[in-house]
Protein backbone atom coordinates (compact mmCIF):
# COMPACT_ATOMS: atom_id res chain seq x y z
CA UNK A 1 0.00 0.00 0.00
CA UNK A 2 2.68 2.57 0.88
CA UNK A 3 4.89 1.20 -1.76
CA UNK A 4 1.83 2.64 -5.00
CA UNK A 5 1.87 5.98 -3.34
CA UNK A 6 3.14 9.20 -5.32
CA UNK A 7 6.59 10.12 -3.97
CA UNK A 8 5.25 13.71 -3.39
CA UNK A 9 2.53 11.92 -0.50
CA UNK A 10 5.14 10.72 1.73
CA UNK A 11 6.94 14.24 1.42
CA UNK A 12 3.73 15.96 2.36
CA UNK A 13 3.44 13.56 4.81
CA UNK A 14 6.81 14.29 6.87
CA UNK A 15 6.23 18.13 6.37
CA UNK A 16 3.10 17.63 7.45
CA UNK A 17 4.00 15.75 10.84
CA UNK A 18 7.20 18.08 10.91
CA UNK A 19 4.34 21.18 10.55
CA UNK A 20 2.42 19.38 13.83
CA UNK A 21 5.09 18.62 16.19
CA UNK A 22 6.37 22.34 15.38
CA UNK A 23 2.68 23.59 16.42
CA UNK A 24 2.56 21.89 19.47
CA UNK A 25 5.92 22.68 20.31
CA UNK A 26 5.38 26.41 19.80
CA UNK A 27 1.57 26.45 21.40
CA UNK A 28 2.89 24.65 24.74
CA UNK A 29 6.28 25.48 25.41
CA UNK A 30 6.59 28.19 28.49
CA UNK A 31 10.15 28.83 27.26
CA UNK A 32 10.67 31.60 24.38
CA UNK A 33 13.67 29.59 22.97
CA UNK A 34 11.59 26.35 22.63
CA UNK A 35 9.03 28.31 21.18
CA UNK A 36 11.28 29.92 18.30
CA UNK A 37 12.55 26.18 18.02
CA UNK A 38 8.73 25.27 17.02
CA UNK A 39 8.28 27.98 14.61
CA UNK A 40 11.50 27.03 12.68
CA UNK A 41 10.45 23.57 12.31
CA UNK A 42 6.99 24.85 10.98
CA UNK A 43 8.95 27.07 8.42
CA UNK A 44 11.07 24.31 7.47
CA UNK A 45 7.96 22.05 6.88
CA UNK A 46 6.57 25.10 4.69
CA UNK A 47 10.02 24.60 3.15
CA UNK A 48 9.79 21.22 2.37
CA UNK A 49 6.15 21.86 1.00
CA UNK A 50 7.96 24.49 -1.44
CA UNK A 51 10.73 21.64 -2.00
CA UNK A 52 8.29 19.04 -2.74
CA UNK A 53 6.08 20.82 -4.98
CA UNK A 54 8.28 22.32 -7.34
CA UNK A 55 10.29 18.91 -7.55
CA UNK A 56 6.88 16.81 -8.34
CA UNK A 57 5.60 19.42 -10.71
CA UNK A 58 4.65 20.30 -13.89
CA UNK A 59 7.66 22.18 -15.11
CA UNK A 60 11.15 21.20 -12.63
CA UNK A 61 13.69 22.85 -14.68
CA UNK A 62 12.41 26.22 -13.75
CA UNK A 63 14.10 27.21 -10.38
CA UNK A 64 10.74 29.01 -8.76
CA UNK A 65 10.27 26.29 -6.32
CA UNK A 66 14.10 26.66 -5.01
CA UNK A 67 14.14 30.26 -5.11
CA UNK A 68 11.34 29.92 -3.06
CA UNK A 69 12.50 28.13 -0.40
CA UNK A 70 15.82 30.45 -0.79
CA UNK A 71 13.75 33.05 0.07
CA UNK A 72 12.32 31.38 2.89
CA UNK A 73 15.26 30.57 4.71
CA UNK A 74 17.04 33.77 4.37
CA UNK A 75 13.67 34.70 5.90
CA UNK A 76 13.80 31.90 9.03
CA UNK A 77 17.16 33.27 9.50
CA UNK A 78 16.52 37.13 10.23
CA UNK A 79 13.58 35.59 11.94
CA UNK A 80 15.58 33.67 14.15
CA UNK A 81 18.01 36.32 14.50
CA UNK A 82 15.52 38.88 15.88
CA UNK A 83 14.02 36.02 17.77
CA UNK A 84 16.81 35.26 19.63
CA UNK A 85 18.39 38.87 20.31
CA UNK A 86 15.18 39.77 21.60
CA UNK A 87 14.86 36.71 24.31
CA UNK A 88 18.40 38.28 25.23
CA UNK A 89 17.17 41.16 25.85
CA UNK A 90 14.39 40.25 27.64
CA UNK A 91 16.65 37.60 29.77
CA UNK A 92 18.76 40.49 30.47
CA UNK A 93 15.62 42.77 31.68
CA UNK A 94 13.37 40.53 33.64
CA UNK A 95 15.54 37.42 34.45
CA UNK A 96 13.34 35.12 32.68
CA UNK A 97 13.08 33.19 29.31
CA UNK A 98 9.31 32.44 30.22
CA UNK A 99 6.63 33.67 28.04
CA UNK A 100 3.87 33.54 30.86
CA UNK A 101 5.92 35.85 32.79
CA UNK A 102 6.71 38.40 29.97
CA UNK A 103 3.33 40.37 30.45
CA UNK A 104 4.15 44.09 30.39
CA UNK A 105 5.73 46.12 27.78
CA UNK A 106 6.92 49.17 29.68
CA UNK A 107 10.54 49.44 30.51
Given amino acids: MIGSASPLA ?13 LAGALTRRNAILVLIGIELMLNAANLNLIAFWRYGP ?3 ALTG ?5 FSIAVAAA ?3 VGLGLVIQIHRHAKTTDVDQMNRMKG
Fill in 10 to 22: GYLLVAALMFAIG
Fill in 59 to 61: HPE
Fill in 66 to 70: MMFAI
Fill in 79 to 81: EAA
